[in-house]
T-cell receptor, first 110, second 111 residues
Framework: NAGVTQTPKFQVLKTGQSMTLQCAQDMNHEYMSWYRQDPGMGLRLIHY???????DQGEVPNGYNVSRSTTEDFPLRLLSAAPSQTSVYFCASRRQNEQFFGPGTRLTVL | DQQVKQNSPSLSVQEGRISILNCDYT??????FLWYKKYPAEGPTFLISISSIKDKNEDGRFTVFLNKSAKHLSLHIVPSQPGDSAVYFC??????????FGAGTQVVVTP
């Protein structure tokens, strides 16, 4: 039981490049989320999904897209990276009121 | 608009003493509160939670207190151990299910 996995662990992008952060969970949780962590800001919700085929925006969705074609996978896409998207990204899956987080992806946009 | 606030960015405590972490919230619709612990280069892990119908929940060395009238909760760690050195996030959720996190408190336990 791997829990929540994220790839890559680290990534450096140039402004304007695109990429996809991968997230997978093997706990059969319907609810999954993407957060970003910035100094002094805590964890802020980017997008979330309550089940396959259903996604919605969180607190800071601009510049990010998501899709949920399966229960297991919830990728986060950056269409045109900007320096303001330099952050640590966490994917989480949820069972009732408890969230399980992945190890994070540290993204730097130059 | 931060609805969950942790006003102390850091806390230093001696090993064996009590650590007290504080958290304030503004949204009266929050009905469930959680504390997460985070080590460097890892994701946050669940530590302890409390429902709004309770005012205290205890799990080993960790106790969470909730004061609904003051919209305040605290986490007590007794006794503090070196392995408790981490960032602690307070979180709150309402019946709609969205989580709001505080900015975190870095705890350093010194020998």
């Amino acid at each position: 039981n791997a829990g929540v996995t994220q790839t890559p662990k680290f990534q450096v992008l140039k402004t304007g490049q695109s990429m996809t952060l991968q997230c997978a969970q093997d706990m059969n949780h319907e609810y999954m989320s993407w957060y970003r962590q910035d100094p002094g800001m805590g964890l802020r919700l980017i997008h979330y999904s309550v089940g396959a085929g259903i996604t919605d925006q969180g607190e800071v969705p601009n510049g990010y897209n998501v899709s949920r074609s399966t229960t297991e996978d919830f990728p986060l896409r950056l269409l045109s990276a900007a320096p303001s998207q330099t952050s640590v990204y966490f994917c989480a899956s949820r069972r009732q009121n408890e969230q399980f987080f992945g190890p994070g992806t540290r993204l730097t946009v130059l | 608009d931060q609805q969950v606030k942790q006003n102390s960015p850091s806390l230093s405590v001696q090993e064996g003493r009590i650590s007290i972490l504080n958290c304030d919230y503004t949204n009266s619709m929050f009905d469930y509160f959680l504390w997460y612990k985070k080590y460097p280069a890892e994701g946050p892990t669940f530590l302890i939670s409390i429902s709004s119908i309770k005012d205290k929940n205890e799990d080993g060395r960790f106790t969470v207190f909730l004061n609904k009238s003051a919209k305040h909760l605290s986490l007590h760690i007794v006794p503090s151990q070196p392995g408790d050195s981490a960032v602690y996030f307070c979180a709150a959720t309402d019946s709609w299910g969205k989580f709001q996190f505080g900015a975190g408190t870095q705890v350093v336990v010194t020998p």
